[in-house]
């Protein structure tokens, strides 16, 4: 009863009543112009609504942004704005907190909000630091919001069964993969790690410096960088080594180390001193070495035209049945056609939704590991084009100088051999 009250003052809202009306206008277009347009325009609402409805619902907005196998592309454009437009709840409540921790604190600045955490500019005897808050009472609100957006979901007639079975799958890997974002001591712990690792100081980047002695599991403090937009115009010219940088940086991480940034957006990396500096390592991937080497060489070998070896790949990483592995290389071939026809721009996320739509026809289970995966890859394509760098040939190169990474060794042909 309480999550109808609820769906009930929700369909009363402004925005609903657009998003009915627009869903109603769009069932009657015929010109796709005009159905492209009302698309957008209710991706604006439901972005809109989601901002105003609570932390999990902008997580899901940031998840689905990526997952045009699932919604429609214009509508994935306008989720990707909730990676920058959440606003700030009630910053002098933060402050009193902030205050409360550090009696010697003084000019604090609120500087950005993500849907679970704000961070702010603080002053402590004479130092400088970036103190990053969890919001108040996120873990209940969140929780909170899943439930009600799973109810939405199993009662809305305007979706079919095969559809609410999907958002309701992606509703749960939301909630499971979230769970660690409500402990800053996690966040801690990678950004350790970062701070250890051989790729972060080969591609060098820079991770803040942690202040452990002052953090908790609901505040983190670290150094406060300097730094400034990689955007601005001020190092234009730089903006091609900073994008190579990045993109070093994050593949490296996911097909190599297979740890890495799950969330490598514009706002998430600052240029300080001729060094790019990587931020909030709340949303971090992982996926095993095997997936990592396997999900490196079918990328590679979709780049290179490879299909018979896309096919092969998935099978023997058992995700497809190796009676079909022809009629799943024809499908491939025709995902690299699809991703010839598109904007140069949307190349990877178009490739990685067509690869995701031929996937759920072949019945292979996705992993939410391997979909955080696809969203880092979209997610460095969005931001490559930002820095307007040509994201295909810099995923080439990457992998052309880093062949030997991903050439099979004795034992795995030995096996191989063996399944034909």
């Known amino acids: 009863m309480q999550y109808f009250l609820k769906l009930l003052k929700l369909l009363l809202k402004p925005y609903s009543v657009k998003i009915l009306f627009t869903l109603l206008l769009y069932s009657f277009y015929k010109d796709a112009r005009k159905k492209r347009l009302a698309l957008c325009n209710i991706g604006k609402a439901l972005c809109l609504a989601m901002t105003n409805l609570g932390p999990a619902f902008v997580k899901l907005g940031q ?188 593949l490296s991480q996911i097909y190599i180390d297979c740890f ?13 001193d001729d060094r790019v500096v990587a931020l909030d390592f709340g949303m971090i991937g992982s996926i095993s070495k095997k997936d990592g080497k396997i999900f490196g060489r079918i990328i590679k070998s979709f780049l290179e035209g490879n299909y018979d070896d896309v096919a092969d790949l998935h099978i023997q990483a058992s995700y497809l049945d190796p009676s079909t592995k022809y009629t ?9 056609i699809a991703v010839q026809n598109s904007k140069k721009e949307c190349a990877i996320s178009t490739l990685l939704k067509e690869l995701l739509s031929i996937i759920d026809n072949f019945n292979i289970d996705m992993n939410p590991n391997l979909a955080m995966m696809h969203k880092g890859m979209i997610s460095l394509e969005s931001l490559l084009n930002h820095l307007s760098v040509d994201c295909i040939e810099v995923i080439k190169e990457w992998f052309k100088k880093n062949e030997k990474e991903f050439i099979p060794s004795t034992i795995e042909k030995f096996i191989n051999s063996l399944r034909y």
């Open 328 to 336: 799943f290389s024809i499908a491939c071939r025709s995902i690299m």
């Open 260 to 272: 890495f940034h799950a969330d490598p957006h514009i706002g998430n990396f600052l240029f300080y």
């Open 63 to 250: 998840v689905l942004s990526t997952r045009q196998d699932v919604i429609s592309s214009e509508i994935a454009y306008e989720f990707q704005k909730l990676y920058d437009g959440v606003p700030i709840q009630n910053p002098a409540s933060s402050i009193n907190i902030i205050k409360e921790h550090f009696s010697s604190a003084k000019n604090i600045t609120f500087i950005a909000a993500g849907s679970i955490a704000e961070v702010y500019r603080v002053e402590i005897d004479e130092n400088v630091y970036a103190v990053k808050l969890l919001k108040q009472n996120i873990e209940r609100k969140f929780y909170d919001n899943i439930s009600f957006i799973a109810f939405i979901i199993k009662y809305c007639i305007l979706l079919s069964k095969k559809m609410k079975d999907r958002l309701l799958k992606i509703v749960q890997n939301v909630s499971i993969t979230s769970k660690s974002e409500f402990n800053l001591y996690m966040e801690a712990a990678t950004m350790e790690r970062m701070h250890n690792s051989n790729t972060v100081r080969r591609c060098n980047i820079k991770v803040p410096k942690l202040e452990l002695m002052h953090s908790t599991n609901k505040m983190l403090v670290m150094e406060w960088i300097n730094g400034i937009s990689i955007t601005d115009n001020s190092i234009i010219e730089k903006r091609e080594y900073i994008a190579r940088l990045i993109a070093d940086f994050i």
